[in-house]
Protein backbone atom coordinates (compact mmCIF):
# COMPACT_ATOMS: atom_id res chain seq x y z
CA UNK A 1 0.00 0.00 0.00
CA UNK A 2 1.44 3.49 -1.10
CA UNK A 3 1.97 5.60 1.99
CA UNK A 4 3.17 9.53 1.89
CA UNK A 5 3.66 11.31 5.23
CA UNK A 6 4.13 14.92 5.42
CA UNK A 7 5.87 16.55 8.31
CA UNK A 8 7.59 20.01 9.20
CA UNK A 9 4.51 22.56 9.18
CA UNK A 10 4.01 24.50 11.15
CA UNK A 11 3.50 28.72 12.59
CA UNK A 12 6.40 30.36 10.59
CA UNK A 13 6.59 34.74 9.98
CA UNK A 14 5.99 36.48 7.12
CA UNK A 15 9.81 36.18 5.41
CA UNK A 16 10.97 33.22 7.09
CA UNK A 17 11.83 29.91 6.18
CA UNK A 18 10.37 26.22 6.15
CA UNK A 19 11.45 22.74 4.72
CA UNK A 20 8.80 20.11 4.31
CA UNK A 21 9.24 16.48 4.15
CA UNK A 22 7.31 13.66 2.77
CA UNK A 23 8.32 10.01 4.21
CA UNK A 24 7.16 7.75 1.29
CA UNK A 25 6.73 3.96 1.65
CA UNK A 26 4.60 1.11 -0.27
CA UNK A 27 6.01 2.01 -3.74
CA UNK A 28 9.39 2.47 -5.96
CA UNK A 29 10.16 5.64 -5.21
CA UNK A 30 12.77 6.55 -7.56
CA UNK A 31 10.90 5.56 -10.32
CA UNK A 32 7.88 7.94 -9.71
CA UNK A 33 8.20 11.98 -10.59
CA UNK A 34 6.93 13.43 -7.05
CA UNK A 35 5.07 16.54 -6.83
CA UNK A 36 3.57 19.60 -3.92
CA UNK A 37 0.20 20.67 -3.95
CA UNK A 38 -1.10 23.06 -1.48
CA UNK A 39 -4.54 23.95 -0.32
CA UNK A 40 -5.63 27.37 0.75
CA UNK A 41 -7.95 27.23 3.62
CA UNK A 42 -11.29 27.34 1.98
CA UNK A 43 -10.45 27.16 -1.20
CA UNK A 44 -9.06 25.02 -4.42
CA UNK A 45 -6.44 22.92 -4.94
CA UNK A 46 -2.55 24.54 -6.41
CA UNK A 47 0.22 22.87 -8.12
CA UNK A 48 3.21 23.98 -6.04
CA UNK A 49 6.46 22.32 -7.26
CA UNK A 50 7.04 19.07 -9.40
CA UNK A 51 10.34 16.75 -9.41
CA UNK A 52 11.54 14.25 -11.87
CA UNK A 53 12.11 10.82 -10.64
CA UNK A 54 15.94 10.68 -10.82
CA UNK A 55 15.79 14.61 -9.07
CA UNK A 56 17.43 16.22 -12.31
CA UNK A 57 13.98 18.19 -13.05
CA UNK A 58 12.33 20.79 -11.32
CA UNK A 59 9.52 22.69 -11.97
CA UNK A 60 7.57 25.69 -10.46
CA UNK A 61 4.97 27.98 -10.75
CA UNK A 62 5.62 31.31 -11.22
CA UNK A 63 3.84 31.73 -7.95
CA UNK A 64 7.18 30.11 -6.22
CA UNK A 65 9.77 30.33 -8.19
CA UNK A 66 12.77 31.56 -6.77
CA UNK A 67 11.36 31.13 -3.38
CA UNK A 68 10.67 27.18 -2.57
CA UNK A 69 12.85 24.58 -3.72
CA UNK A 70 11.91 20.54 -4.38
CA UNK A 71 14.69 17.81 -3.76
CA UNK A 72 14.30 14.23 -3.06
CA UNK A 73 16.56 11.64 -1.39
CA UNK A 74 15.63 8.64 -3.14
CA UNK A 75 18.44 6.80 -0.85
CA UNK A 76 15.97 7.55 2.03
CA UNK A 77 12.58 7.29 -0.22
CA UNK A 78 12.04 11.02 0.83
CA UNK A 79 10.58 13.90 -0.66
CA UNK A 80 11.44 17.53 0.32
CA UNK A 81 10.07 20.99 -0.21
CA UNK A 82 12.35 24.24 0.96
CA UNK A 83 10.04 27.25 1.80
CA UNK A 84 11.66 30.82 1.94
CA UNK A 85 10.45 34.29 1.95
CA UNK A 86 7.00 33.02 2.93
CA UNK A 87 3.86 35.14 2.44
CA UNK A 88 0.79 35.33 4.30
CA UNK A 89 -0.50 33.86 0.83
CA UNK A 90 1.64 30.83 1.54
CA UNK A 91 -0.73 29.47 3.89
CA UNK A 92 -2.08 26.27 3.20
CA UNK A 93 -2.16 22.43 3.87
CA UNK A 94 0.57 21.55 1.94
CA UNK A 95 0.27 17.51 0.04
CA UNK A 96 2.61 15.57 -0.62
CA UNK A 97 1.73 13.45 -4.15
CA UNK A 98 2.71 10.48 -6.87
CA UNK A 99 2.24 11.14 -9.99
CA UNK A 100 0.88 8.61 -12.34
CA UNK A 101 3.54 6.05 -13.79
CA UNK A 102 4.26 7.56 -16.78
CA UNK A 103 4.67 10.89 -15.62
CA UNK A 104 1.76 12.03 -17.40
CA UNK A 105 0.83 14.98 -14.84
CA UNK A 106 -2.11 13.29 -12.75
CA UNK A 107 -1.98 12.75 -9.09
CA UNK A 108 -2.39 8.47 -8.28
CA UNK A 109 -1.55 8.84 -4.56
CA UNK A 110 -1.68 11.86 -1.77
CA UNK A 111 -0.64 12.37 1.32
CA UNK A 112 -3.11 13.31 4.46
CA UNK A 113 -1.05 16.93 4.38
CA UNK A 114 0.81 19.48 6.38
CA UNK A 115 -0.85 22.91 7.70
CA UNK A 116 2.00 26.13 7.09
CA UNK A 117 0.95 28.95 8.56
CA UNK A 118 2.62 32.53 7.69
CA UNK A 119 1.38 34.90 10.36
CA UNK A 120 2.90 37.65 12.47
CA UNK B 1 -2.26 29.62 -19.78
CA UNK B 2 -5.16 27.07 -19.71
CA UNK B 3 -8.24 27.96 -17.32
CA UNK B 4 -9.83 25.30 -15.96
CA UNK B 5 -13.71 26.24 -15.21
CA UNK B 6 -16.07 24.03 -12.98
CA UNK B 7 -19.48 24.21 -12.71
CA UNK B 8 -21.86 24.42 -10.81
CA UNK B 9 -20.34 25.51 -8.12
CA UNK B 10 -23.09 23.70 -5.53
CA UNK B 11 -24.92 21.01 -6.82
CA UNK B 12 -27.93 19.66 -4.44
CA UNK B 13 -28.49 15.71 -5.39
CA UNK B 14 -31.15 13.23 -3.57
CA UNK B 15 -29.23 9.89 -2.68
CA UNK B 16 -29.68 7.41 -5.53
CA UNK B 17 -30.29 10.15 -7.77
CA UNK B 18 -27.83 10.86 -10.91
CA UNK B 19 -25.47 14.05 -10.63
CA UNK B 20 -23.64 15.37 -13.17
CA UNK B 21 -20.49 17.69 -13.08
CA UNK B 22 -18.89 19.73 -15.71
CA UNK B 23 -15.31 20.72 -16.40
CA UNK B 24 -14.40 23.46 -18.99
CA UNK B 25 -10.88 24.03 -20.47
CA UNK B 26 -10.10 27.50 -22.12
CA UNK B 27 -8.77 25.56 -24.76
CA UNK B 28 -7.74 21.68 -25.78
CA UNK B 29 -6.27 19.73 -23.22
CA UNK B 30 -7.36 16.47 -25.79
CA UNK B 31 -7.93 13.46 -23.31
CA UNK B 32 -5.74 15.12 -20.54
CA UNK B 33 -7.86 15.27 -17.78
CA UNK B 34 -8.49 13.73 -14.51
CA UNK B 35 -11.02 14.35 -11.66
CA UNK B 36 -10.42 14.04 -7.35
CA UNK B 37 -12.73 13.95 -4.87
CA UNK B 38 -12.08 15.32 -1.57
CA UNK B 39 -13.78 14.80 1.67
CA UNK B 40 -13.31 17.30 4.42
CA UNK B 41 -10.94 16.80 6.58
CA UNK B 42 -9.35 14.23 4.44
CA UNK B 43 -6.70 14.23 1.15
CA UNK B 44 -7.81 14.75 -2.63
CA UNK B 45 -8.76 11.36 -3.67
CA UNK B 46 -8.09 10.23 -7.68
CA UNK B 47 -11.32 9.04 -9.32
CA UNK B 48 -10.89 9.24 -13.67
CA UNK B 49 -7.77 10.10 -15.48
CA UNK B 50 -7.71 10.36 -19.17
CA UNK B 51 -11.03 11.97 -19.19
CA UNK B 52 -12.75 8.75 -18.81
CA UNK B 53 -10.55 5.59 -17.18
CA UNK B 54 -11.13 4.78 -13.36
CA UNK B 55 -8.63 4.31 -11.12
CA UNK B 56 -8.59 1.65 -8.79
CA UNK B 57 -10.94 0.61 -6.58
CA UNK B 58 -13.20 3.49 -7.58
CA UNK B 59 -16.48 1.74 -7.94
CA UNK B 60 -18.29 1.84 -10.99
CA UNK B 61 -20.97 4.19 -10.39
CA UNK B 62 -18.58 7.00 -11.45
CA UNK B 63 -18.02 7.55 -14.95
CA UNK B 64 -16.17 10.37 -16.89
CA UNK B 65 -16.96 11.37 -20.45
CA UNK B 66 -15.14 14.20 -22.81
CA UNK B 67 -12.33 15.23 -24.81
CA UNK B 68 -11.12 18.66 -26.03
CA UNK B 69 -12.78 21.52 -23.97
CA UNK B 70 -15.50 20.05 -22.49
CA UNK B 71 -15.88 17.41 -19.88
CA UNK B 72 -18.11 15.64 -17.33
CA UNK B 73 -18.12 13.54 -14.07
CA UNK B 74 -21.64 11.22 -13.86
CA UNK B 75 -22.48 9.89 -10.82
CA UNK B 76 -25.38 7.65 -11.70
CA UNK B 77 -26.69 6.93 -8.31
CA UNK B 78 -25.20 8.46 -5.03
CA UNK B 79 -24.55 7.44 -1.83
CA UNK B 80 -24.23 8.95 1.40
CA UNK B 81 -20.38 8.86 1.12
CA UNK B 82 -20.22 10.49 -2.81
CA UNK B 83 -21.10 13.93 -1.32
CA UNK B 84 -17.83 15.45 -1.60
CA UNK B 85 -15.85 18.24 -3.33
CA UNK B 86 -14.97 17.18 -6.94
CA UNK B 87 -11.91 18.89 -8.75
CA UNK B 88 -11.18 18.39 -12.11
CA UNK B 89 -7.44 18.45 -13.31
CA UNK B 90 -5.84 19.35 -16.62
CA UNK B 91 -2.14 17.56 -17.55
CA UNK B 92 -1.82 18.47 -20.78
CA UNK B 93 1.60 20.09 -20.34
CA UNK B 94 3.22 18.43 -17.58
CA UNK B 95 4.01 19.45 -14.62
CA UNK B 96 1.81 21.94 -15.09
CA UNK B 97 -1.67 20.32 -13.38
CA UNK B 98 -3.84 23.18 -13.26
CA UNK B 99 -6.92 22.48 -10.90
CA UNK B 100 -10.68 23.48 -11.11
CA UNK B 101 -12.25 25.77 -8.72
CA UNK B 102 -14.33 22.47 -7.68
CA UNK B 103 -17.94 21.70 -7.03
CA UNK B 104 -19.35 21.15 -4.18
CA UNK B 105 -22.19 18.00 -4.24
CA UNK B 106 -24.21 18.15 -1.34
CA UNK B 107 -27.46 16.54 -0.14
CA UNK B 108 -30.61 17.78 -1.58
Known amino acids: EVQLVESGGGLVQPGGSLRLSCAAS????????MSWVRQAPGKGLAWVSS????????YYPDSVKGRFAISRDNSKNTLFLQMSSLRAEDTAIYYC?????????????WGQGTLVTVSS | EIVMTQSPATLSVSPGERATLSCRAS??????LAWYQQKPGQAPRLLIY???TRATGIPARFSGSGSGTEFTLTISSLQSEDFAVYYC??????????FGQGTKLDIK
Open chain 1, 97 to 109: AKDSWDSSGYFTS
Open chain 1, 26 to 33: GFSFSDYA
Open chain 1, 51 to 58: ISDSGRGT
Open chain 2, 27 to 32: QSVSRN
Open chain 2, 50 to 52: GAS
Open chain 2, 89 to 98: QKYSDWPRGT
